[in-house]
């Protein structure tokens, strides 16, 4: 299994240039089984990223450009009336894919952003009263821009607890931007092929979710999350869907890391990514610089 993993990750290096952190990120989402959220400014990558994953797994992939005027049921499907058969027929959206992209979901309205809650949490969809299964394994990747409100729906605190991790590309150095110049003649994006099978990805996602974790990290794990329920700087803290988001993520980035078991750097390393957007701190704080706070201060096993 480690081949495919380095073939996937090689896969995915290939259009996206010098953004080791931001693929290893995503492929900790899509090996434990969650959702990834990214937001940045537009043009840096994230639909690329979003469609050489799906070509690199050989899954099937939809893109969902989110905008006020846009239902429910353009993402779930819905029925339509069969003149012949006298009979409504049932067209499935966009949501029956493997990987499912949600550009600029902030645009989306609350109730439309709402259709996203149950397929992202059980796998299924919900019409007229029958419940019909996505295609396995499911993956979203949503993005929203940070920067521009007119015209947005912020995600309440559901949806955002839905995503197992948080992440932004950024933009690229200069010797990072040059590269991209010079591959304009030949796209590599249209070269991919895929490397792992669908197959290949629920089998990984088995083995990472078997990485050992000691007590004492689950311990830490628990430290961490409570305190963000304590702390005098947070007004909501991390629900318990975050602290199962982040052991599971905990395991999937050992694994990658080529380890049956996780450490202490592993948790370290994804809280912020894994906890931070699930926080709604006070009096204008940041997230990221209370839970940096919080990881000085949280004593490591």
Sequence with gaps: ????????????????????????????????GGHALLEDVPGVGKTLLAKSLARSIDGKFQRIQCTPDLLPTDITGTNIWNPKSGDFNFLPGPVFANVLLADEINRATPRTQSALLEVMEEQQVTVDGVSRVV?????????????????????????????????????PTEAEELQMLQRLPKPSFFDLEPCITLEQVQKLRLICSQVKVETSLQQYILDLVRATRKDEEITLGVSPRGTVALQRAT????????????IPDDIKFLAPHVLCHRLIPAGGRRSRSVMERLLRSVPIP
């Excluded at 081949?3 to 434990?32: M, P, S, Y």
């Excluded at 395991?251 to 996780?262: I, S, V």
């Design 1 to 32: 299994m480690r081949e495919q993993i380095d073939a996937l990750t090689q896969n995915l290096a290939l259009t996206i240039v010098g953004k080791t952190e931001a693929i290893r990120l995503v492929l900790v989402a899509l090996l434990a």
């Design 135 to 171: 295609p396995m394994p499911f993956f979203v990747i949503a993005t929203q821009n940070p920067i521009e409100y007119q015209g947005t729906f912020p995600l309440p605190e559901a949806q955002m607890d839905r995503f197992m991790l948080s992440l932004s590309l950024g933009y």
């Design 251 to 262: 395991q999937a980035l050992a694994f990658l890391c080529e380890r049956d078991y996780a």
